[in-house]
């Protein structure tokens, strides 16, 4: 009975890749992406541009995107620039329901198009969500029991 009835959509669903930012306690947006471009160069029909932030005194770049494109209409939902992502910044939307007739404004989507917060990312995949969680805390623990031997190391005295 579509389109009054909608099938729920699998989790492991994959369509129009989406920018994750996080938000802290006082409502300021940081971005994940840091324009380092290698979504763009996996991209097997090369649907995807950025423009990366340059400082104005020094002229070189600074890790977030001045603007981020995807040709939604090129794209293939391959989600490659998803899984080579250093940075966890992509991910691969639910949203499948983007026709509509002029192909030249709405189908090439910027970066406030693109940008989700990372509960909406916990809401659509939630088990992904908590394995990647789990995984980024078990890194830092271990980073930081390393950091505790060094420590302990520095501050036993040599014999």
Not at 39 to 68: L, S, Y
Not at 147 to 154: I, L, N, P, T, W
Request: with cysteine; glycine share 2%.
């Amino acid at each position: 009975q579509s389109p009054d009835e909608k099938l729920a959509v699998p989790e492991r669903f994959r369509y129009i890749p989406f920018l994750i930012y996080e938000e802290d306690e006082n409502g300021v947006k940081t971005d994940r992406c840091t324009s380092c471009g290698i979504c763009a160069k996996v991209c097997p029909p090369q649907c995807i541009w950025i423009e990366r932030v340059n400082d104005p005194e020094t002229g070189r770049p600074i890790p977030a995107p001045k603007d981020f494109f995807i040709d939604v209409d090129i794209c293939m939902n391959c989600g490659f620039c998803a899984e080579f992502c250093p940075f966890d910044a992509i991910k691969m939307d639910h949203d499948f329901e983007i026709a509509s007739y002029d192909r030249t404004r709405e189908h090439i989507f910027d970066k406030q198009r693109l940008d989700r917060p990372v509960t909406y990312y916990a809401e659509i995949r939630p088990t992904f969500y908590h394995a990647e969680e789990e995984a980024k805390a078990a890194k830092e623990a271990e980073k930081a029991a390393k950091e505790r031997e060094r420590a302990a190391a520095k501050a036993k005295p040599e014999a």
